[in-house]
């Protein structure tokens, strides 16, 4: 794998938090930022991902209205209450 130079600028704050991560864990700042960032656009790629499978759904009419959320959720408490005597 081929690497690239980027520099970031970074607040004081998680600048020293890198730097003791970085101690710490015996890591270079370099690798636990790219393992950061990395881990970003992981949790960014899935939420695009369902974000659009929502819309497709929505507009395709596969949508739950308000009242009936509402009453699920109800139940779910009450049950759960239930469960806690």
Not at 33 to 44: F, G, M, P
Not at 46 to 64: F, N, V
């Amino acid at each position: 794998m081929t690497s690239a130079t980027m520099t970031v600028r970074l607040d004081n704050q998680l600048k020293a938090g890198l730097d003791k991560l970085a101690k710490v864990t015996h890591r270079s700042k370099s690798f636990l930022a790219a393992e950061a960032i990395r881990s970003y656009l992981e949790i960014q790629k899935w939420q695009i991902k369902e974000i659009k499978a929502a819309i497709h759904e929505a507009d395709s009419g596969q949508l739950t209205d308000h009242d009936t959320i509402v009453k699920r959720w109800e139940k779910k408490h009450a049950h759960s209450m239930d469960k806690g005597r």
